[in-house]
């Protein structure tokens, strides 16, 4: 069939696959634990995969100094073949896997790192992961690492897939980022300190993925922004790449004592996908067919989303039975 030539582009097969699937199937297949298709020979795949500062939650890795400390060396293009090398390692641990089945979480081929959030405020906790204070620096720093783990861009498939995140405006405490609504920004503050690190990943450096932020922006949950997801990355920066909730990100927006900015998770899912965010990092999605029955929704915006998830799993060579590892040259 033409989703399994791989004479095909990678969008001509994505196009094919999407209509043969079912939308619960579709909906499945939108969720970071994405479940085997048998009947289309569809793998099992998890989309949570971590390289922080080497392959992270995958047994034996190489380790390298947490980002603050790399970003310390004021060296990307020493970043650089750190994630050269990383991308190799991980490559190597999810051929490993994927003959022993399909791909379950920390195995896979899409690395949710960089962290490219600005560290301005020692309270928050997770400062460590980032590149520091400076949004130029955090840029070069960020840049690195995706050029790193992708790859070159002249290759049959993509070496891996990196992920700019948290979009954005989360550098705030850690203890509420549930809760919290970053309102009242400076535009000069959000133009020229929170956005230009993730600008330069989407535009320079081609970045396949972004996560979108726990808290709020101006009063909307961040995976469900119209203002973030659509203004500005999609029709302002021209992204054309997938867009994931960070873990139960979609949940804050109704659960007890979170944003609760909509009623229930049928709400929450239709928000979410209608404003852009592709993949779920949980299981709210599943409410997406009842969403559909309920009119908060058409099946054609479900489409316009897993088609880039296929897309980019067909990009990886993931999706193809002759092992896509076999394709990508050595160093």
């Known amino acids: 069939m033409p989703y399994q030539n791989t004479s095909l582009s990678a969008e001509q097969r994505a ?8 939308l619960e199937e579709k909906v499945a297949l939108m969720q970071n634990s994405s479940p085997a298709i048998p009947r289309l020979g569809i793998k099992e ?3 949570w995969n971590e390289a922080l500062h080497g392959v992270g939650r995958a047994g034996l890795a190489t380790v390298y100094p947490q980002a603050i400390g790399m970003a310390a060396s004021f060296n990307d293009s020493l970043l650089y073949k750190v994630f050269d090398a990383v991308s190799d390692e991980a490559r190597a641990k999810s051929r490993v896997f994927s003959e022993q089945g399909g791909l379950k979480r920390y195995q896979g081929l899409t690395f949710w790192t960089p962290n490219v959030n600005i560290f301005r405020d020692p309270r928050w906790g997770r400062g460590q992961e980032t590149y520091g204070e400076d949004p130029y620096l955090t840029g070069c720093m960020g840049m690195a690492v995706v050029r790193g783990l992708q790859g070159p861009a002249d290759q049959k498939y993509d070496k891996l897939h990196a992920c700019a995140k948290h979009f954005a405006v989360h550098s705030g405490p850690e203890w509420n980022r549930h809760s919290f609504d970053a309102e009242n920004i400076a535009p000069r503050d959000l133009w020229e300190t929170y956005l230009p690190a993730f600008k330069d990943l989407v535009q320079k450096a081609d970045v396949k993925e972004v996560m979108c932020a726990y808290n709020r922006f101006e009063g909307e949950p961040c995976c469900g922004s119209n203002r973030l997801l659509m203004q500005i990355l999609r029709d302002e920066w021209g992204y054309k790449g997938i867009v994931v909730s960070d873990c139960g990100a979609i949940s804050d927006f109704y659960a007890p004592n979170t944003h609760q900015t909509h009623p229930d998770n049928k709400h929450a899912s239709a928000g979410a996908v209608l404003n852009g ?5 949980g299981n709210e999605y599943a409410s997406l067919p009842k969403a559909i029955q309920d009119g908060l929704i058409d099946e054609k915006q479900i489409d316009i989303s897993l088609k880039r998830l296929l897309k980019a799993r067909f990009e990886l060579g993931e999706m193809d039975a002759r092992p896509a590892w076999a394709e990508i040259p050595a160093r």
């Open 45 to 47: 795949y998890d989309w």
């Open 15 to 22: 196009e094919d696959l999407l209509h043969r699937l079912t």
């Open 277 to 281: 965010t592709d993949l779920e990092c």
